[in-house]
């Protein structure tokens, strides 16, 4: 027992000593610490790419590997409204608007958490280079039946107990190492034995180096290097996302603003139609005009009402889709708050034309896209260094160095005399640490494919990806100089289309002033005064409808040339 506590002791001194010493792993040299809104935050901030993945014996190991919880996923609540809520109404302008739909659009959030999933693929890159800890005790009693007198007893009972431990880690460099300590007692009650019980003790370090495959620190690090590749990828694509998600939700605010001129047009109409209508009944109470001319007035405010009503429900449309784009309808205090929208959609008044050429130099530039396509080729580059990589020869240099010792109850007999030297396990670690009974080992390890298919089509897939991710980008260039150049000509066109709308809108009005004064003056009838109302207002309508289109292929246009972002104010941290 008191050998037993001695190898105990000697165990757990070596494992704190190997735990908490140098030796670290790639990951730890560099200082490894996620964003802080992340989960197993690190207080380390050299490098917020890598979760915290604590060393063994300290204290966050314990709670994270042993008492670790399962994490809650709780909603949190919708934030900043309270700063745009002025007498009980929600009062937006675009900017304003634009801040709770980034504080606060699922979508978004959801984007970004994709981000984190792949920013947590950096650390797992790092785990081939995670040193791991191995440890076995075995104990075990046999009993045989003797069939020699060499034997030492005529039913042989022993007791084994073996223990071995060992450390091990591989190096960015290739290079794996490990040190290891093994430690055995065995009892017996052969007589003829000379140690009683035998204590054995052996300590050993040995490496394997490569010398072709998987030499050198670029070609090791190449998974954690594609890690970060990947991870500007999905950046780069989180902002092509929220280029969409933006564009879309700065439409429904023009959607609803244009719901709203729509309705107040519609509202005009239906005033028109109703003074018309109320003209046209006292006139035929007077006499002044027949019984079948009072269908068309009546007929008229109908038609006005029926657009009326559409209107307002296509305006709780829009209202219902501006809500959720911001999150408003996640909490019922802002759910059915009134929402003033303090922008307008002005006809345009810029006169310039827009510079295509310089609007696609901007695109390509600008475009994430394209920059994620760019890095797709980049990392093509690492993952043929992988591919190149495996087809070489494995050649290794492996190497041992072992010191034994051993120790125990030494029993010396002379004929019948038999004399005890007591010894314990110190005698044994006397000796492994005296370094007098060495074992030296050197040797190579080759592994030559003759033919190696797999490692060839491997390499055959990654230039044949590296060309499509070249021809993908060639496309994707002429995609977006199509799309700047139809968006650019959809702008001019629509700014066109504002300006005559606007005339046609003055004219539509001086021509139902006319009309009316004919009608005063009885040289008209109300057929054409009524239908003068009916091209006013399709020409109001007209008129908020290309100021509208307008305001959508803007939008459209900062989209296509991946200036949205910027132009809105809006910075991604």
């Keep these: ?118 920013r947590n693929s950096i ?9 791991f800890f191995t440890g076995n005790f075995t104990s075990t009693r046999t009993k045989t039946q003797s069939t020699s007198q060499l034997e030492g ?64 620190r670029e070609v090791n690090r190449l998974p954690i290097t594609i890690a970060r590749s990947r991870l500007k990828i999905s950046n780069e694509n989180f902002l092509n996302t929220l280029l969409t998600l933006i564009s879309n939700a700065e439409n429904a605010y023009w959607d609803l603003l244009g719901g709203r001129e729509t309705l107040r047009v519609q509202e005009k109409a239906l005033e028109l139609s109703a003074e018309a209508l109320k003209r046209s009944k006292k006139e035929l109470e007077l006499g002044a005009i027949s019984p079948l001319d009072i269908y068309q007035p009546e007929a008229n405010y109908a038609s006005s009402e029926i657009q009326v009503l559409q209107a307002r429900y296509r ?52 475009r994430p896209d394209l920059r994620a396509t760019l890095e797709r080729i980049s990392q093509d580059d690492l993952v043929l260094k992988q591919s190149s990589n495996a087809l070489r020869p494995d050649l290794g240099l492996r190497g041992t160095y072992t010191s034994t010792g051993r120790g125990g109850d030494f029993f010396s007999r002379n004929g019948s005399d038999v004399t005890v030297v007591r010894g314990g396990f110190p005698d044994a670690l006397d000796q492994v640490f005296g370094f007098n009974f060495p074992i030296y080992q050197f040797g190579l390890t080759l592994r030559l494919p003759i033919r190696d298919r797999a490692a060839a089509a491997n390499y055959a897939d990654a230039v044949l990806v590296k060309r499509q991710d070249t021809l993908s980008r060639r496309s994707l260039e002429q995609t977006i100089r199509q799309q700047v150049l139809n968006a650019a000509s959809q702008v001019e066109s629509s700014k066109a289309s504002v300006k005559l709308a606007a005339v046609a809108r003055d004219l539509a009005q001086k021509q139902l002033d006319a009309e009316q004064k004919k009608y005063d003056l009885g040289t008209s009838v109300i057929f054409f005064v009524l ?5 006013l207002v399709n020409a109001e309508a007209q008129l908020v409808n290309t100021t509208i289109q307008y305001r959508r292929n803007q939008i459209t246009m900062l989209r296509v040339t991946g200036d949205l972002l910027e132009d809105r104010g809006i910075q991604i941290q």
């Design 153 to 216: 007893a005529n039913t042989l009972n022993q007791l084994s107990q073996p223990m071995n431990f060992a450390y091990v880690q591989t190096l960015d460099n290739g290079l794996q190492y490990t040190a290891g300590f093994t430690a055995s007692k065995i009892s017996t009650n052969n007589s003829f034995s000379f140690f009683n019980p035998a204590l054995n003790a052996q300590m050993s370090a040995s490496f394997v180096m490569p010398l072709l495959r998987n030499r050198g």
């Design 1 to 118: 027992m008191k050998s037993h506590r001695h190898l105990l002791a000697l165990a757990l001194a070596l494992l704190v000593c190997q735990s908490s010493f140098a030796w670290q792993s790639p990951a730890a040299a560099i200082g490894v610490i996620p964003a802080p809104q992340r989960a197993f935050a690190h207080t380390n901030t050299k490098d917020p790419e890598l979760l915290d993945a604590p060393f063994f014996p300290k204290q966050n190991w314990f709670k994270r590997h042993l008492a670790e919880p399962m994490p809650s996923v709780e909603m949190r609540g919708v934030s900043k409204f309270d700063d745009f809520v002025a007498e009980g109404k929600l009062e937006l302008s675009l900017r304003s608007y634009l801040q709770l739909v980034l504080a606060n659009n699922v979508d978004i959030d959801i984007q970004r958490l994709n981000i984190e999933i792949t």
């Design 315 to 366: 305006l709780q449309q829009f209202e219902d889709s501006l809500r959720r784009q911001m999150g408003a309808d996640l909490d019922v205090k802002y759910r059915n708050m009134p929402i003033v929208l303090t922008e307008t959609p002005l006809p345009p008044n810029d006169d310039k034309e827009i510079d295509r050429e310089a609007a696609v130099s901007k695109a390509v530039r600008l």
């Design 123 to 131: 650390t797992r890159a790092y785990a081939p280079f995670d040193p």
């Design 531 to 535: 239908d003068a109302q009916t091209r």
